[in-house]
C-alpha cells in the first residue's frame, strides 16, 4: 500500500482556516497514488490547551472532515484532535482513521503530556488500537506515545504499521528522530510518523516527518517545510525482515 504524510503548517486554533488549507493537500496525496494519508496530531487547531476554544462533540467538524475527506477521494486519512466523549467529562486528544466507506476507528492517546499541562485538560485514554487497513495491520499512537516502548512492543506480533501523528517541538527535535526509528527497528514493522511544521502557541516545529522500514530505513522524510512524503509499504517486507532476524521471539 502506498502511504502519504502531509507534513503541514497549523493555523493557531482556526479549524475553518485549517480544513480549508488541508483539502487540496490530502487530494494531491490520493493524486499521487496514495491509499492512507496521514496529518498531524491537533491538525485542526495545534496544540492548544484551551479545549474550551478546540473541543468539539463525537461527529464534530475535524472528524466529519477526516470521513469527507476519505469518501471524496476513496482513501484512509487520520489525524488527531480534542474530542468530548458522548457522556461528556474532559476530552480525549482522539486519533480518528476514516475509511473511503464511511467508518470511522478512534485511538484515544494514552500518555498525556504532563509537561505541557495536557494531563490537566484531557482525559487519558486505556486502550490500544490496532486496525486492518487494506491487508496491513495498523496500530495508531500519538505523539508523546513514542516515548513509551512497552505500549509498542505490547502489540508488535499483531502490527506491520505503526502510525504516529504528532506535534513534537524543534527543541527535542533529535528525540523525536531517534525514537520514530528505533520504535521501527526494535518492532521489526513500519512507523509512519506525521509532525507538524511552523510555529504554534510560542513554540517551534521543525517537522522530521518519516516512513521508516522494518529494518530502520528511511525511505522519505521531511524537514522544517510543508511538504508530502509518499512511500510504499507491504506485509510481505514485515514478514520477511521477522523470519530473517526473529528478534522479536527472544523478547521477555
Known sequence: MKVAVVQHDIVWEDKAANLARLGPMIEAAAGAGARMVVLSETF???????VDVTAEPVGGPSSRFLIDQAAAHGVWVC???????????????TLVLAGPDGTAHRYRKIHRFGY????DRFSAGSER??????????????????????????????????VCVANWPEARRHHWQTL???????????????NRVGRGGDLD??????????????LACGSR?????????TADRVAQVRADLPFLADRR
Open 44 to 50: 485542526s487547531t495545534g496544540f492548544s490547551m484551551r
Open 79 to 93: 489525524g488527531s484532535f480534542p474530542e468530548i466523549p458522548a457522556e461528556g467529562g474532559a476530552p480525549y486528544n
Open 116 to 119: 505541557g499541562g495536557e494531563d
Open 129 to 162: 488500537v490496532t486496525v486492518e487497513v487494506e491487508g496491513l495491520r495498523l496500530t495508531m499512537f500519538v505523539c508523546y506515545d513514542l516515548r513509551f516502548a512497552d505500549e509498542w512492543w505490547a502489540v508488535a506480533a499483531d502490527t506491520d504499521v505503526y
Open 180 to 194: 520514530v526509528r528505533a520504535r521501527a527497528i526494535e518492532n521489526q514493522a513500519y512507523v509512519v510518523a506525521a
Open 205 to 218: 516545529y521543525a517537522g522530521d516527518s518519516a516512513i521508516v522500514d522494518p529494518m530502520g530505513e528511511v
Open 225 to 233: 517545510t510543508e511538504a508530502l512524503l509518499v512511500a510504499d509499504v
